[in-house]
């Protein structure tokens, strides 16, 4: 089965830019999708089909997908902006990453 | 307005079957372009995907929990009902149902807000 590796945690000064990788094998062939969820909600979608970006989401969330790594960037990071994020995939079905919990220092 | 709302009991013995039912509206369960999914998480853990529904009754399941596993819908009650046999404290986890967007490349673009289901003696 077609698996997602994300890294556990990431931190990133407050203003600065965070990058998540997504790493899968020759994951840059299929559209990822990426979530946000804060504590105590429901996953929201941030990212979709690589680097969409659905309506009310600011521009400071994009993404990118190439070879076996996809990249969800966060710009001019925000306190507002700490949350887990976790890439999806579809192999037939449904496939999401492992998670990595971004921290604003 | 797109809305999920997942429903069933907070809380299960072991051994015993669990059903939830995740009630939408704002879309149409015969809309071709969408599907829903049933997604779990175990308190401080991953998101886990367990199964799917299309509006052509195209189902798909978990392969570690496909014989657990029972997904279906009503499609005039806006119903999506998934059953979980064999219940075991493992299973501990929110629930949640969310909607698949087939043209974004199969996002799921709107959730419910979860339900939280305990499975204990």
């Known amino acids: 089965s077609y698996e997602l590796t994300q890294p556990l945690s990431v931190s990133v000064a407050l203003g600065q830019t965070a990058r998540i990788t997504c790493g899968g094998n020759d994951i840059g062939s299929k559209n990822v999708h990426w979530y946000q969820q804060k504590p105590g909600q429901a996953p929201v979608l941030v990212i979709y089909r690589d680097s969409n970006r659905p309506s009310g989401i600011p521009e400071r969330f994009s993404g990118s997908n190439s070879g076996n790594t996809a990249t969800l960037t966060i710009s001019r990071a925000q306190t507002g902006d700490e949350a887990d994020y976790y890439c999806?995939?579809?192999?037939?079905?449904?496939?999401f990453g492992t998670g990595t919990k971004v921290t604003v220092l | 307005q797109v809305t999920l709302k997942e429903s069933g009991p907070v809380l299960v013995k072991p051994t015993e079957t669990l059903t939830l039912t995740c009630t939408v509206s704002?879309?149409?369960?015969?809309?071709?372009?969408?599907?829903v999914s049933w997604i779990r998480q175990p308190p401080g853990k991953a998101l886990e995907w367990l199964a799917h529904?299309?509006?052509?009754?195209?189902?798909s399941y978990s392969t570690s929990l496909k014989s657990r596993l029972t997904i279906s819908k009503d499609t005039s009650k806006s119903q999506v009902v998934l059953t979980m046999t064999n219940m075991d404290p493992v299973d501990t986890a929110t629930y949640y149902c969310?909607?698949?967007?087939?043209?974004?490349?199969?996002?799921?673009?709107?959730w419910g807000q979860g339900t939280l289901v305990t499975v204990s003696s």
């Open positions: 704002g879309f149409s369960l015969s809309n071709p372009r969408m599907g």
């Open positions: 999806q995939v579809w192999d037939s079905s449904t496939v």
């Open positions: 529904i299309f509006s052509n009754d195209e189902k």
């Open positions: 969310a909607r698949i967007d087939i043209l974004t490349g199969y996002s799921h673009d709107y």
